[in-house]
Each structure stands twice: as structure tokens, then as C-alpha cells.
């Protein structure tokens, strides 16, 4: 069975520190990874990476995926009160038609 | 341009009623998907229907649980007979694309408290 496991489960830090986020996973026929932020109500896509090693960001927000070890990470910087949510990973297969979520991380940027 | 709608947002049921739960995908979206998220838990796959098709169910549960989406309208997930382990966030998305590895777009959820 696919399995998607996020670390921490739960971070509180400060205004302006840096976090990352741990993404692994086991799946038979990986194709994608997605990164998702839930604020409390719908989950709203960030990221899907695909290849190994390529950085992908926005803003403040980057990722990257590393396919030999089976992990992904999400860094943020200089964290802002509006990043606090829970971070979501989904690993995609190339057969099928599901995504499969960890449990995501709670994040909380104090100020 | 609507996201993909999803009502009621909160519903209570007594043990043995029926839910039903519905969800409009974004214009131009012809694949819905339905994920479970229980307290403390993340988001679990259910089913992924295509207008007037079920492609994939294998994440409901055998009883109680069906979906459909017709031709016209929304997508329904209806739950017969609920009891309290089926409280939970019922989230739908949709998609422009056929495979489920990409980007996906979600409700705001369905809120099921079963008392």
C-alpha cells in the first residue's frame, strides 16, 4: 500500500525564521508529488514536482524532490503570521487515479 | 470564475439517516474526485467519477457509501444509514485532465457530524 509520511507533525516558530517541511514516501509507480497549504478550509495547490533535483519556487516557497532517497522537502523563508496552515504532500502513481496524502504538518508562525 | 462548489458546508445527521453531500466541479471540469479527512488525519481518496462514470472507487467502503455524476448537475457522495465513524470533512476537487497526478482543485468541504 502507498504511504506518505510528513515531518513534523507540528512546528511553531517565530516571524522570519526559515522552516522545511519532510515529505517521504513508498509507492509502487511514482509519476508526481504535490505540495498542498490548507488554511482551515480548502487545500490549495503550491508545487508538483516530477524530476529529481530541479527547485521549484514561489515567492518565499520552494521545493525539491530527491527520487533516489524517496523524499521531498518544503522550505519557507523569512516566515510570515499568513504561513501558518497545514501543510499538505501527495504522491500521484503513473497507473491509477488517486493521490495519496500524508498527514500533514501544522505550521504556526507566531509574530 | 467559480472554484469548485460544494454544499451544504455543514450537516448533521442522527445515526441511521441518509447524507448527501454535493459538489460542482470549475467550468470546463469534467472530473470530480471525493477524499475523507478525519480528525487528525489527511486527506483519503474515495472516488474519482467522470461525468455519468465511475473510473475508480476503490477507496469507498463497500456499504453505505455510493456516488454518481450525471449528465446534468452535480456530483453526489451519499452515505445511507450513517453512524458517527463517518463524521468527518468531506472534500471534493476537480480537474481539466483525465489522471490524477496533477494539479487538482478543491472545495471548501462538507462538514458531516453525525450525533
Known amino acids: 500500500e502507498d504511504k506518505v509520511v510528513q515531518s513534523p507533525l507540528s512546528l511553531v516558530v517565530h516571524e522570519g525564521d526559515t522552516v522545511t517541511l519532510n515529505c517521504s514516501y513508498e509507492v509502487t509507480n511514482f509519476r508526481s508529488l504535490l505540495w498542498y497549504k490548507q488554511e482551515k478550509k480548502a487545500p490549495t495547490f503550491l508545487f508538483m514536482l516530477?524530476?529529481?533535483?530541479i527547485e521549484k519556487k514561489s515567492g518565499r516557497l520552494s521545493s525539491i524532490l530527491d527520487k533516489k532517497e524517496l523524499f521531498s522537502i518544503l522550505n519557507i523563508t523569512a516566515t510570515q503570521t499568513g504561513d501558518s496552515a497545514v501543510y499538505l504532500c501527495?504522491?500521484?502513481?503513473?497507473?491509477?487515479?488517486?493521490?495519496?496524502f500524508g498527514e500533514g504538518t501544522q505550521l504556526t508562525v507566531n509574530p | 470564475n467559480a472554484g469548485v462548489m460544494q454544499n451544504p458546508r455543514h450537516l448533521v445527521r442522527r445515526r441511521g439517516q441518509e447524507a448527501r453531500l454535493r459538489c460542482s466541479p470549475m467550468k470546463g471540469h469534467s472530473h470530480v474526485y471525493w477524499y475523507r479527512q478525519l480528525p487528525e488525519e489527511g486527506l483519503k481518496f474515495m472516488v474519482y467519477l467522470q461525468k455519468e462514470n465511475i473510473i475508480d472507487e476503490s477507496g469507498m467502503p463497500k456499504e453505505r457509501f455510493s456516488a454518481e455524476f450525471p449528465k446534468e448537475g452535480p456530483s453526489i457522495l451519499r452515505i445511507q444509514q450513517v453512524v458517527r465513524g463517518d463524521s468527518a470533512a468531506y472534500f471534493c476537487?476537480?480537474?481539466?485532465?483525465?489522471?490524477?497526478?496533477?494539479?487538482?482543485?478543491f472545495g471548501e468541504g462538507s462538514r458531516l457530524t453525525v450525533l
Open positions: 516530477t524530476s529529481s533535483g
Open positions: 476537487a476537480s480537474s481539466p485532465v483525465g489522471r490524477n497526478t496533477g494539479e487538482l482543485f
Open positions: 501527495a504522491v500521484g502513481e503513473t497507473s491509477g487515479s488517486r493521490l495519496t
